[in-house]
């Protein structure tokens, strides 16, 4: 391939690419299937990937593979060829590597796509082969380290869990040469010392992005040390940049049990390094940043969701909004960026402005329909109206999935009939339950899905309390005394960004069950009357006669009282959760997820103890109460991870949560200076 048929090329899958972030799947289609190239080979490959990471659909990951599969091996024919093309400045054929491992790690990520540990044990050994193939471009492309390509501060992005921006934590100055800020370099910089110009860091960024100044980074036995950057430049910076980040991340991500193995390979993650990365690649021009803002945007979102507490998290949802604005102005149409703005809507208290934002990117009239990326918009509109109570509203949401994808009707069906039990529609939601058997015959990977390991548990602990209570076992929903989607809610940290008015209702509501419970709340009188948007509240006839449900009725009333900032009444209710444990029969994953939300409740209580006070005392003080919060949080988590085991329902999402509040807490202790 000549100079200019690869700039071709690389252009015309550049079009393909706009064609996906605007939701125009089938015109990007239609272009990636227009040349065989590696550019467009991968990019057929993005699409299938795509809509299988999104639509978690057993057939479309098939295809996936099948795509995957053809650009990694169409890649690697282009590997081998290291003809002079004078469209760079880099070694030649490095652009064709980078696309062969972008192949292999995506490949590599299909079979994580389980959420089992024999998929992330499959993930693990396919990108060991790319581990190899990212070092070695990391250290061809940024033999000086990354630290130069980054970001300005008005572009702040943290590679930090939650704490510091780049402005803040890499060693530089206004003043400062190139020099000073690669004084901290990675592992993996090049050791030898090198001759550097005497340029300020900032002076790169009055330059076009598309033409940066050339720093140390850049100085390697190139083809045009003084060629400004051009489209193929940027693919190089950017796609290495986003490789090993993305590869970094996803290793730091896998559950410790599957980390261990990482050992047996010798290989080593770096969380702040792969996040500093994914930084540098999303402020370029090339396509790989809008994936690696993608990839930022949605790890931000997880640990706003999942992680439980920020160490800063002001910081962490302004550096969100940044990448969603910037990406957002490019593709307005696209559906990944619509769901982005309504999620930092959602976890910024706003829940009502995230259901119009996802309502508006639903309407008939949109140009385009990408229906795996659609169906993520029903889902956040599914949960964000569970979330304020609007029952009706979330059953059919949930059910609007269903015809979406056709990953795992059995769940969005489960957490529907919910909703109408809490609306007291038993028939519509016993109908529901009565389809879940037939919808369980999807897997992946040739294991359950596990949230459908914990749907067939809870169905059957259902039906033997129906017939212990000597009454008709089909008509198991009568039996049920806590909302199924309330209860699955957990899994998703539902009920920890509520507003305090639905937090209160859920309090009355869960209180009213009988025998009530033995901890007093300061929230269970007088009743809260009912308003437009709640649903009606359950009868209080419900009769609590097993561990599991004691134990669940004080793991979510735990969860409410944090919410409301009623710490004690909280931290009582999540250890009778947890005092349950030994009884408990049916749901044992409740011990572990205590722990983890006592761990949480210690962070949050010293946090709004210290910011009341604006210090109650002196700094020393407040660092004593500090560090004694950060030693409890991290003993409840050593706690939950040994209740936590292979067996244990949807296990690896708490692993992957405990791995994030450990980052907070790392984070918090450097904040904090102990």
């Not at 033409?211 to 910076?237: C, E, M, N, Q």
């Not at 002001?314 to 990406?327: C, F, G, T």
């Not at 004593?624 to 329902?649: C, F, I, P, S, V």
Request: aromatic share 10%; with cysteine.
């Amino acid at each position: 391939m000549d100079h200019n048929l690869e700039l071709d090329a690389l252009n015309d899958a550049n079009k393909g690419f706009s064609q996906l972030f605007e939701n125009d799947i089938a015109g990007a289609r239609n272009t990636f299937s227009g040349s065989d190239d590696p550019f467009h080979l991968l990019g057929l490959g993005v699409c299938s990937f795509l809509q299988a990471a999104l639509g978690m659909e057993a057939h479309v990951i098939e295809e996936a593979n099948r795509c995957l599969t053809l650009s990694e091996a169409g890649t690697r024919r282009f590997t081998k060829t290291k003809k002079h093309i004078d469209n760079h400045r880099f070694h030649p054929g490095v652009e064709w590597e980078i696309l062969n491992a972008d192949a292999v790690v995506l490949l590599g990520l299909i079979h994580a796509l389980s959420e089992s540990y024999m998929g992330y044990l499959q993930c693990l050994y396919a990108l060991n082969s790319a581990h190899s193939k990212f070092t070695k471009l990391y250290k061809s492309v940024f033999p000086h380290g990354i630290d130069v390509y980054l970001p300005s501060p008005e572009g702040v992005v943290s590679h930090n869990p939650s704490t510091a921006s780049f402005a803040g934590s890499v060693s530089y100055s206004s003043t400062s040469s190139a020099a000073s800020s690669t004084s901290t370099l990675p592992a993996v910089a090049d050791p030898e010392p090198q001759l550097v110009p005497k340029r300020s860091f900032f002076s790169r960024f009055t330059y076009n992005t598309s033409t940066p100044a050339l720093t140390a980074a850049h100085h390697r036995p190139h083809i045009h040390p003084s060629k400004p950057d051009g489209p193929v430049d940027d693919l190089i910076i950017s796609g290495t940049a986003f490789g090993y980040g993305l590869f970094n991340l996803v290793f730091s991500l896998l559950p410790k049990r599957v980390q261990s193995v990482v050992g047996f390979f010798g290989f080593k993650h770096d969380r702040k390094l792969a996040l500093k990365a994914l930084a540098v690649a999303a402020a370029r021009n090339d396509t790989h940043s809008v994936f690696a803002g993608l990839v930022l945007m949605t790890y931000h979102g997880v640990v706003l969701l999942l992680s439980g507490y920020q160490a800063d998290e002001p910081r962490i949802v302004k550096e969100y909004q940044v990448l969603v604005d910037r990406i957002f102005e490019r593709f307005p149409n696209g559906a990944l960026w619509v769901l982005n703005k309504a999620k930092i809507l959602r976890m910024t208290h706003d829940p009502e402005a995230a259901i119009k934002v996802l309502q508006d990117g639903l309407k008939p009239d949109r140009p385009f329909s990408f229906a795996q990326a659609d169906s993520l918009l029903v889902f956040e509109l599914a949960w964000t109206l569970l979330g304020q109570r609007r029952y009706q509203e979330a059953a059919d949401m949930f059910i609007r999935v269903t015809e979406l994808n056709t990953w795992s009707h059995a769940t969005y069906y489960f957490i529907a009939a919910g909703c109408h039990w809490s609306l007291g529609n038993h028939d519509r939601a016993q109908q529901l339950f009565d389809a879940i058997p037939g919808l369980i015959d999807k897997k992946i990977g040739g294991k359950d899905l596990p949230t459908e390991v914990f749907i067939k548990k809870k169905i059957a602990f259902y039906q033997t309390k129906q017939k212990r209570l000597g009454k008709d076992e089909a008509r198991f929903v009568e039996a049920i005394t806590i909302s199924p989607s309330e209860e699955i809610g957990v899994f998703w940290n539902t009920h920890a960004r509520i507003c305090e008015t639905v937090a209160l209702l859920h309090i009355q509501e869960w209180t009213s069950t009988n025998p009530a419970p033995t901890i007093s709340s300061p929230h269970t009188s007088p009743p809260l009357p009912s308003t437009p948007s709640n649903s009606p509240t359950p009868p209080s006839h419900l009769v609590l006669d097993t561990p599991d449900e004691f134990a669940i009725r004080s793991l979510l009333l735990g969860v409410v009282h944090r919410t409301t900032k009623a710490y004690p009444t909280s931290r009582a209710f999540l250890t009778d959760a947890h005092k349950q444990h030994a009884q408990v029969t049916n749901s044992t994953w409740i011990g572990g997820v205590a722990m983890f939300e006592l761990a949480v409740l210690e962070l949050k209580e010293v946090d709004a103890e210290t910011s009341e006070a604006q210090v109650g005392g002196s700094e020393r003080e407040v660092k004593e109460k500090w560090r004694r919060a950060l030693k409890a949080a991290g003993e409840w988590l050593d706690k939950a991870m040994g209740l936590a085991t292979n067996a244990t329902d949807l296990s690896s999402r708490l692993d992957t949560r405990v791995a994030m509040l450990r980052d907070e807490i790392g984070a918090k202790w450097d904040e904090i200076g102990l």
